[in-house]
């Protein structure tokens, strides 16, 4: 069984079958999304398992990247660094090179869709282009924490933002006052995809062989890019506080997106900080090493994402899938995923975060019961069946300007 | 297309019942990029925001979360208990009866005054605020309802039916009805009564209080209620 039907028994019959006659309304839509890379980070991975299903839900999708020389991703990643707070220096020379490259990209793809849906802002200057055919439907998705953007930077994009159809954003945080629709999606995770569907423990206890993770003592475990976003510093300096009450190992295993210049700088501040500690197991994981994400998540008595920015943090709702309680940093989307003391535990700093992790691995029964609610939250709100729903909604109500759509029967 | 004030089909021979048509409704979260960090900017907002608003706002929850027994409260209960601390507006908020309001303006009125009422008996709660990122968010939803596959002729065909819809067809039947597009009942009650002629039946259904439980929960009482007829 693959393709949708594969859903049925994990998001429920009625919610595929809903699905399947809400895109009966958009057969034959040609659709292009563009984003910035093919491999490696969320939003990537998203695109991977949707873009084939609303092929087989009769929409005409294709998927193209930007193509840009090595200091275009400088740019792009400084830009991503601003529009999440952080204070970067963007030169007249750096503007104009996002610009050329956007608009060299924008002359190489094929725009002449009905709807043109764009990712985050490396090619947000492509709608210069939607004037050459009016009547199609262009989306900015952000995914992206925008809610204290850098006001330069931001400056620079919100003219062209605001050109589009909608706006999309992931957390009602990110969303300003704008003249112009912003409509809510969350992203999501697959739960067939190899980094969240089931392992058996003969394949759990594989991996961590393999990886050379003993099983002798409590795992606590971050699973994220290298990024200072992601602060894994902070990470070590978290398991440092836990480790002087209780015995555990501290696992951090990420990658690096092709998209992430900075991704080798902090790993060898991460290297740094760990080095000849034998409980930290610092894991540079290659691409594709999705089974591996997967076993380890399940092998991990507490799951922690103590970001200090967060796009959404989606690796939160994929521990809570497999029913790991979770400790995460109150940012970006995810209080959408945790809701506090109920399906997880929130927390502002690093003190606060040792504290969370010390009351799960003290309390087995109450870190049970927070990770089977946070597996129901999952399923209900952040399975890729929803995500599919929301984009079909959401390209389905740029046709109309009510509230309310009542749509005929099909 | 005008809305379908009941969701009733014609029955193919002309006569008898009217079949009953299973609609559901899909909803698309769209933000107005108004917040509020402090009561007195919550309720002034409140005054002004449209009706979508409120209705999301003291609604959503109940998809969102119809899994958990006893269900969270709605949103602006849960931020003025959980966020911004005020424990006994947070109840006085959650303890609103929804069903004895017709209208979102009616309701709006009510939420809205509630709010005033304490910041009069309690004005240290003017002062209070919450950090950047926690303010209170007003969003609205766009609804998208549409037919699905199901209908039913027959009070058996309805129980069939019934256990296999989505929670978001059982919503638009008892929710949307009632208070969104402004009908005094909800959709099954009406059909029980007016196509089937079970009256008894359509006034239990009638007189269910949705909002004391979670859509699953409901579910299961409707379907003891119509099994129990059709002993």
Redesign the interface.
């Known amino acids: 069984m693959s393709g949708l039907a594969a859903y049925e028994p994990i998001a429920g019959p009625s919610t595929v079958a809903e699905l399947i006659q809400l895109a009966k309304r958009l057969a034959d839509r040609r659709v292009v999304m563009v984003n910035s890379t093919r491999v490696g980070g969320g939003v990537a991975e998203i695109l991977n398992r949707m873009v084939p299903l609303l092929t087989e839900l009769g929409l005409d999708v294709r998927w193209e990247v930007v193509e840009g020389p090595g200091p275009f991703y400088r740019v792009t990643k400084a830009f991503h660094n601003a529009l999440h707070g952080a204070p970067e220096l963007i030169s007249q020379e750096m503007y104009d090179l996002f610009l050329e490259v956007g608009r060299a990209n924008a002359e190489r793809l094929d725009l002449d869709q009905d709807i043109v849906f764009i990712h985050d802002p490396q090619p947000i200057v492509f709608v210069e282009r939607r004037k050459r055919r009016p009547r199609a439907r262009w989306l900015w998705r952000c995914h992206i924490d925008v809610s204290r953007p850098d006001q330069v930077a931001w400056s620079f994009l919100e003219p062209f933002i605001l050109r589009y159809d909608a706006a999309v954003y992931s957390a009602p945080a990110f969303t300003q006052r704008m003249a112009m629709r912003q409509l809510l999606i969350a992203p999501s995770i697959d739960p067939l995809s190899d980094k969240n569907r089931e392992l058996n423990t003969e394949e759990v206890d594989a991996v961590l062989q393999r990886l050379e993770v003993p099983r002798d003592r409590p795992i606590v475990t971050q699973v994220s890019r290298f990024d200072r976003l992601k602060d894994p510093v902070g990470v070590i300096d978290v398991f440092r506080r836990v480790r002087r009450s209780v015995k555990c190992r501290l696992v951090l295993a990420g990658g690096t997106a092709t998209d992430d210049p900075e991704g080798e700088e902090v790993l060898a501040q991460v290297r740094d900080r760990a080095k000849g500690d034998p409980e930290i197991h610092l894991l540079l994981l290659p691409p594709n090493s999705d089974v591996e994400i997967n076993a380890l998540q399940r092998a991990s008595t507490v799951v922690l994402q103590k970001s200090i920015r967060e796009g959404f943090g989606l690796t939160v709702s994929e521990a809570l899938w497999k029913a790991r309680p979770v400790v995460a940093s109150a940012v970006g989307g995810i209080p959408l995923q945790v809701q506090h003391r109920y399906s997880g535990l929130l927390v502002h700093s690093i003190e606060g975060a040792a504290h969370a992790v010390k009351q799960l691995l003290g309390n087995p029964a109450y870190a049970k019961r927070l990770g089977e609610n946070g597996r129901e939250h999952v399923r209900h709100n952040f399975l890729l069946t929803r995500h599919l729903t929301d984009y079909l909604l959401a390209f389905l109500s740029l046709d109309y300007t009510t509230d309310t759509i009542f749509l005929n029967g099909h | 297309?005008?809305?379908?004030s009941a969701a009733v089909i014609a029955s193919k021979a002309g006569t008898g019942p009217q079949a009953f048509r299973f609609f559901?409704s899909?909803?698309?979260?769209?933000?107005t990029?108004?917040?509020a960090s402090t009561l007195p900017v919550l309720v002034k907002l409140l005054r002004e925001v449209?009706d979508?608003c409120i209705y999301y706002h003291t609604h959503y929850f109940l998809l969102?979360?119809?899994?958990?027994t006893p269900e969270?409260t709605n949103d602006f209960a849960y931020w003025v208990a959980?966020v911004l601390g005020e424990g006994a507006l947070g109840e006085l908020l959650a303890s609103i009866d929804v069903m004895e309001h017709a209208s979102l303006q009616s309701l709006r009125e009510v939420v809205a005054g509630t709010i005033e009422q304490y910041l009069q008996q309690n004005p240290g709660a003017r002062l209070k605020f919450v950090s950047?990122?926690?303010?209170f968010?007003f969003?609205?939803?766009?609804?998208?309802?549409?037919?699905?596959?199901y209908t039913a002729s027959t009070l058996a065909d309805f129980a069939q039916v019934l256990e296999?819809?989505?929670v978001?067809?059982l919503y638009f039947h008892i929710f949307d009805a009632r208070l969104?597009i402004g009908q005094p009942t909800n959709d099954f009650a009406r059909w029980f009564t007016e196509q089937l002629g079970l009256k008894r039946l359509g006034e239990n259904v009638s007189c269910l209080d949705p909002y004391a439980h979670t859509l699953e929960t409901l579910r299961g009482i409707l379907l003891s209620l119509i099994r129990e007829e059709l002993r």
């Open positions: 297309m005008e809305a379908p559901t899909l909803v698309l979260q769209e933000s990029g108004l917040r449209p979508s969102q979360h119809h899994y958990l969270p959980e950047a990122g926690e303010e968010f969003l609205k939803s766009v609804h998208v309802i549409m037919p699905t596959s296999h819809i989505s978001r067809a969104r």
